[in-house]
C-alpha cells in the first residue's frame, strides 16, 4: 500500500517524484476533471428538458451549478480511481492558486476516497520545498474553492446569456463575456479617439555645436531651440488632439517650415553663449521582481512573446523545477530568495554593487492575492540562466526572470543630469546630457533592452566641459517638422498593464482572454499591436448602448473585489449571484427587458462618420452599402481590413468596382481577355475576362502582400494568371516543382507521391521569375517551422527508418521532454528509459501502440447523419457562447 498524490500535468509529476518517498505514487489530472457541460450532449439526460440546462446553473435553485465531467476526461478519473484502491493516503497536490484548489476539491467530491486525505500546497517544486510542504498539509479552503465556483458560474452566465443575443442581432457565432468585452471596448475606445486625432505640425532648429577651444579631434554636440523671443516654442504637448491646433489659452511661439527657415537665414554665423548650466543627481532604483502581470507586459516587450505564449513557457519552467509558482500578483520574496539573490550580486558583480540594505517589496496592485511570492528562479541557490541546460524560449523566459530577481537586490543606479542653456540673438536653445556615475542595478538588467552594456552605453550621452559665458561654433543649423502622433494602440503589454491597473479580471487569465479576443475575430494582432475590427465595434456599441455596466471598468472591477471578498469570508456568494443576475437590474433581467428593444440592423451597423455609407455587418463579414441613384449598392470589405484602414478614399474605390465596374490592367496579349483589377473580400486581385454564363469562373490570382493595385503591369497580371508554374522535375525524384502564391506568401512546392514539400521564398526572390536552380536550393535547406526564426531543429539520435515507410525515425528534446518523431507521429520517451536507452525496435513499438486502431465501417442511415449534423450544430452553439475562465 501507499500514498498515492494528484497533480496536474505529467510534467509536474515528473519533476515532483524525485523529491518524494519511493512508496508515493504520483499521478496527473490533466487539469480540471470536472466542469460546466461544454456542449448539449454532455447535459445528462435527467435534466435535458429543463430550461436552466443549457446554462449549466440551475439559478431556481440557489444557482446550483452542473458538472459534469468531460468525455476526453473519463479515462483519466478510470485511472485515478484504480490508483486510488490500492492507497492507504491521498494527497491532492495541485496549484495553490484557486483554480488549484478548485481541481482539489473537485477531485476530491469525484473520487470519494474513504482514506485520510490531505491538501498539500507549495510555491516551488525543490526538494527542499516538498519536504516543508509534507510537513504542513492542511484540508481544502472551502472559501477559496467557492470564489473561484462563483467566478465560474460569474462567467457562464454572461457568457451563455449575452451570446445568443449577439447572435439574433449582430451575426453567428460572436461571444461576450464579463472581462472579454471591457477588454474590447478599451481596444475600440483607443480606435475612436485614434480616428478623431487631428494631425498637428510645427518646426523648430537644431544645431550640431563645438567647444571654441577644442584641440584635435573636436567633440560635438547637439542643441535645440526651445524659446524666441523669451516665448517657449510649440511642441506636441500644446497641440489639442480633436483640432490639431495649439491649445486655447497656450502662450507658445508656432513656426511653420518658411518662418523656420527664415530663422535659420537669420541665425546663422550668430555668437553662441552658454547662458546657464544645471547639473541634477538622478538615483533610480531596480524595479521589483516579476508578477505574472509584469511578467508578460516584460516578455511582450523584450521577447515579443504573447501573453499566452508567456503563460505557457512559464508553466513548462514552474513544472520542470525551474521557476517557482508563475500565477501570483505578490512581488514579495521570501528570505531564502533573497538571500539567494544576493549572493548571485556579491559572486558575479562584486560587493559594490549589491544594495546595502535588503530590499523587500510590497504589493499595489488591485485586489492583490493567489500566491504569495514574486516569480523567481527556484531553490536556495539560483542557478545561472547558463548553468540550466535550457534552449530556446525556455531559455529566454528565464533569463528574463533571473536578472530581474538578482537585479532587485542591487545597489541604486546614480546619473547626473545635465541641462546647457545656450542664447544666440533672441534664440533660446537646449542641450540635455547625462552621465552614469554608478551603473548599479543597470549592469544586470534594463527594462526594454536584451543587452545592459549596450543599453548603458545608449544611456549616457556626454556634453563637453563648458561654463558661463563660453561660446561654442556652431557647425551646423537645420530646420526640423514634427507631426503630432495619436494615441498608441495597445499591445499585449499595455493592455495587461491597463487591465491589472484598474482591478479588471485576474492576471492569471489576461493571456486566456487576450487569445480569444483574436481568435473571436475582435482584434487583429498587427506589427504587435491590437487593432480592433468591424465587428469589435458593433458589439462594443450594442453592449454600451444597452448593457453599459457590462463593459464598464469600474463596475467589472468592483465585482473582482467583492469576488476577493467572497474568498476571504467579507462576503456572500449567493446573495450576490442572485442579485447580478436576477435582481431588479439584474443581467437576466435587463436582457429579457433590451431584447426587444435592440434593433438588429441598427446593431449591425458601424459608425466611423464616414459620409454618404453606411458600414454593416453582415453574415460574410463587414460591407458597404450606399445610395446610387434609385438603388442601394453593396460592396463587400476585405477581410483583412480593419476600421484603421478604412478612409472615405477606400470607400471611394470599393464603391466605384460595383457602380463602375473594375479597373482594367490591360489585354492578355495570348487570349485578347482583358485584365480586370479588383477588390474582394480576401483583398486586390486580378481577373482575367468578365464573369458571364459562357465565364462564370474566370482565372483569378491574388497580388503579393507588398504589391500594390496601382502597381499592377499587364505583364506582372500575365503572370500572376499563369500560377502556378512549372518550373520542371526534380533531379532525383523526378516529381514536378512548382511555384505559386499562397495564403501566407509565395512558395515553392516539390510534389511528392505521397506529400507535398514546401518552402517559402526569401527576401529577392520572385514567385514570377525564380528558376528551378532556386527552387532546388530551397527545397534542399532545412525546413522551418512557421514563425521560426531559428534553424530547423536537430534530432537527439537519429535511430534509422522505419520498415513499412522507410521514412526517418527520430529522438528530438521537446518542451515537455524528449520525444520520438516518426512523420507526424510523435511519442514521449516513457519514464525510465533515456534517448540512449532507445533502439529503433522499441521506438517502433512506441509508435505502433501510439497509432490510432482503425475504426469498422457501418452505412448509415440518412436520419442518422442528419442527426448527427443537429447534434454538432448544438455544440457549436455551446462551444461559441463559452468565453473566458476567469
Known amino acids: 500500500m501507499s500514498t498515492l498524490v494528484?497533480?496536474?500535468?505529467?510534467?509536474?509529476?515528473?519533476?515532483?517524484?524525485?523529491?518524494?518517498?519511493?512508496?508515493?505514487?504520483?499521478?496527473?489530472?490533466?487539469?480540471?476533471?470536472?466542469?460546466?457541460?461544454?456542449?448539449?450532449?454532455?447535459?445528462?439526460?435527467?435534466?435535458?428538458?429543463?430550461?436552466?440546462?443549457?446554462?449549466?446553473?440551475?439559478?431556481?435553485?440557489?444557482?446550483?451549478?452542473?458538472?459534469?465531467?468531460?468525455?476526453?476526461?473519463?479515462?483519466?478519473?478510470?485511472?485515478?480511481?484504480?490508483?486510488l484502491k490500492d492507497a492507504t493516503e491521498l494527497i491532492l497536490a495541485t496549484d495553490e492558486d484557486r483554480e488549484g484548489e478548485s481541481i482539489s476539491w473537485h477531485l476530491y467530491q469525484l473520487l470519494k476516497p474513504k482514506i485520510p486525505t490531505k491538501r498539500m500546497v507549495f510555491h516551488e517544486i525543490t526538494s527542499e520545498a516538498i519536504k516543508k510542504a509534507l510537513k504542513n498539509t492542511r484540508d481544502v479552503d472551502e472559501q477559496l474553492v467557492r470564489a473561484q465556483e462563483t467566478r465560474r458560474i460569474l462567467d457562464r452566465l454572461v457568457g451563455y446569456t449575452l451570446s445568443p443575443l449577439l447572435w439574433k442581432k449582430i451575426a453567428w457565432g460572436l461571444s461576450a463575456g464579463r472581462v472579454q468585452s471591457v477588454a474590447v471596448r478599451l481596444l475600440v475606445q483607443r480606435e475612436k479617439e485614434r480616428r478623431a486625432f487631428n494631425i498637428g505640425s510645427y518646426w523648430d532648429l537644431k544645431a550640431a555645436l563645438t567647444p571654441a577651444s577644442s584641440k584635435g579631434k573636436e567633440q560635438s554636440f547637439n542643441s535645440v531651440l526651445v524659446t524666441l523671443a523669451g516665448t517657449k516654442l510649440a511642441t506636441g504637448s500644446d497641440f489639442d488632439s480633436t483640432t490639431g491646433q495649439i491649445t486655447v489659452g497656450r502662450q507658445v511661439v508656432l513656426l511653420n517650415e518658411e518662418e523656420a527657415e527664415a530663422l535659420k537665414q537669420r541665425l546663422t554665423n550668430k555668437t553662441w553663449e552658454v547662458t546657464n548650466l544645471d547639473e541634477r543627481p538622478v538615483t533610480r532604483k531596480p524595479a521589483p521582481p516579476f508578477t505574472t502581470s509584469t511578467l508578460q507586459q516584460e516578455s511582450n516587450r523584450k521577447l515579443r512573446?504573447?501573453?499566452?505564449?508567456?503563460?505557457?513557457?512559464?508553466?513548462?519552467?514552474?513544472?520542470?523545477?525551474?521557476?517557482?509558482?508563475?500565477?501570483?500578483?505578490?512581488?514579495?520574496?521570501?528570505?531564502?530568495?533573497?538571500?539567494?539573490?544576493?549572493?548571485?550580486?556579491?559572486?558575479?558583480?562584486?560587493?559594490?554593487?549589491?544594495?546595502?540594505?535588503?530590499?523587500?517589496?510590497?504589493?499595489?496592485?488591485?485586489?492583490?492575492?493567489?500566491?504569495?511570492?514574486?516569480?523567481?528562479?527556484?531553490g536556495s541557490s539560483f542557478r545561472t540562466p547558463q548553468e540550466t541546460g535550457l534552449s530556446g524560449r525556455e531559455l529566454q523566459l528565464y533569463d528574463l526572470i533571473w536578472k530581474?530577481?538578482?537585479?532587485?537586490?542591487?545597489?541604486?543606479?546614480r546619473q547626473t543630469q545635465i541641462t546647457m542653456h545656450l542664447q544666440v540673438e533672441d534664440a533660446g536653445f537646449r542641450s540635455s546630457g547625462k552621465r552614469i556615475d554608478f551603473p548599479g542595478f543597470l549592469r544586470a538588467y534594463v527594462e526594454g533592452s536584451d543587452d545592459p552594456e549596450a543599453a548603458l552605453e545608449d544611456k549616457e550621452v556626454i556634453l563637453p566641459n563648458l561654463k558661463v559665458g563660453d561660446r561654442p561654433n556652431c557647425q551646423n543649423l537645420e530646420t526640423v517638422g514634427h507631426e503630432t502622433q495619436p494615441p498608441a494602440r495597445f499591445t499585449e503589454a499595455t493592455l495587461v498593464k491597463t487591465l491589472e491597473s484598474e482591478g479588471i479580471g485576474r492576471p492569471s487569465t489576461y493571456a486566456s482572454i487576450i487569445g480569444t479576443i483574436i481568435d473571436k475575430g475582435y482584434a487583429q494582432l498587427t506589427n504587435n499591436a491590437l487593432i480592433p475590427t468591424f465587428t469589435a465595434f458593433a458589439v462594443t456599441k450594442l453592449l454600451e448602448t444597452h448593457f453599459p455596466e457590462v463593459v464598464d471598468p469600474g463596475f467589472t472591477s468592483r465585482m473582482e473585489q467583492t469576488l476577493d471578498d467572497i474568498s476571504t469570508g467579507e462576503a456572500e456568494w449567493l446573495p450576490y449571484l442572485k442579485q447580478f443576475y436576477l435582481g431588479e437590474k439584474g443581467l437576466d433581467t435587463l436582457v429579457k427587458e433590451q431584447e426587444s428593444i435592440i434593433d438588429p440592423n441598427q446593431s449591425r451597423t458601424v459608425d466611423l462618420n464616414i459620409p454618404d455609407v453606411i458600414i454593416r455587418i453582415g453574415k460574410f463579414g463587414a460591407y458597404l452599402e450606399a445610395e446610387n441613384g434609385d438603388e442601394t449598392i453593396t460592396a463587400s470589405i476585405p477581410r483583412d481590413f480593419t476600421p484603421a484602414d478604412l478612409d472615405p478614399k477606400q470607400v471611394e474605390k470599393l464603391l466605384k468596382q460595383k457602380t463602375e465596374g473594375p479597373d482594367q490592367v490591360g489585354i492578355h496579349p495570348e487570349t485578347a481577355q482583358p485584365i480586370f483589377m479588383l477588390i474582394g473580400p480576401y483583398g486586390p486581385y486580378v481577373q482575367l475576362g468578365e464573369k458571364s454564363e459562357e465565364n462564370p469562373k474566370p482565372k483569378q490570382a491574388s497580388l503579393p502582400k507588398n504589391v500594390k493595385p496601382e502597381d499592377v503591369t499587364v505583364e506582372m497580371a500575365v503572370g500572376l494568371l499563369s500560377l502556378p508554374r512549372k518550373l520542371g522535375e526534380h533531379p532525383e525524384t523526378k516529381a514536378s516543382i512548382q511555384a505559386n502564391l499562397g495564403r501566407f506568401g509565395p512558395y515553392v512546392v516539390h510534389n511528392l507521391k505521397d506529400a507535398k514539400d514546401y518552402r517559402s521564398l526569401k527576401a529577392g526572390d520572385d514567385v514570377l521569375s525564380i528558376t528551378l536552380e532556386r527552387a532546388l536550393e530551397l527545397l534542399s535547406e532545412p525546413k522551418k517551422g512557421r514563425g521560426s526564426k531559428s534553424k530547423s531543429k536537430q534530432p537527439l539520435r537519429e535511430l534509422g527508418s522505419h520498415p513499412d515507410t522507410e521514412e526517418v525515425v527520430n529522438i528530438y528534446d521537446g518542451p515537455y521532454g524528449a520525444y520520438i518523431k516518426h512523420g507526424k507521429t510523435n511519442v514521449s520517451i516513457p519514464e525510465g528509459e533515456t534517448p540512449e536507452s532507445i533502439t529503433l525496435e522499441k521506438a517502433l513499438k512506441l509508435i505502433a501502440d501510439k497509432a490510432p486502431k482503425s475504426k469498422s465501417t457501418r452505412k448509415t442511415t440518412k436520419s442518422k447523419t442528419s442527426t448527427t449534423k443537429k447534434t454538432s450544430t448544438a455544440k457549436s452553439k455551446k462551444k461559441t457562447a463559452e468565453t473566458e475562465k476567469s
Request: hydrophobic share 35%.
Open 6 to 83: 494528484i497533480v496536474e500535468s505529467p510534467t509536474k509529476a515528473k519533476t515532483i517524484r524525485n523529491y518524494l518517498p519511493s512508496d508515493y505514487r504520483v499521478e496527473a489530472s490533466m487539469g480540471h476533471v470536472r466542469d460546466l457541460p461544454q456542449s448539449a450532449s454532455e447535459i445528462p439526460a435527467a435534466v435535458k428538458g429543463q430550461q436552466w440546462a443549457q446554462l449549466g446553473v440551475n439559478v431556481e435553485a440557489n444557482f446550483e451549478p452542473l458538472y459534469v465531467v468531460p468525455k476526453n476526461k473519463k479515462q483519466v478519473v478510470t485511472l485515478l480511481k484504480e490508483a
Open 305 to 378: 512573446l504573447s501573453a499566452r505564449d508567456t503563460m505557457r513557457v512559464a508553466q513548462s519552467l514552474y513544472e520542470q523545477g525551474y521557476i517557482t509558482y508563475m500565477r501570483t500578483d505578490s512581488v514579495h520574496l521570501s528570505e531564502q530568495a533573497i538571500t539567494a539573490a544576493r549572493d548571485c550580486v556579491q559572486k558575479l558583480y562584486g560587493k559594490e554593487f549589491l544594495s546595502p540594505q535588503i530590499r523587500q517589496y510590497t504589493t499595489k496592485s488591485k485586489g492583490a492575492q493567489e500566491a504569495h511570492e514574486a516569480i523567481r528562479p527556484a
Open 404 to 413: 530581474r530577481t538578482v537585479a532587485c537586490q542591487m545597489a541604486d543606479a
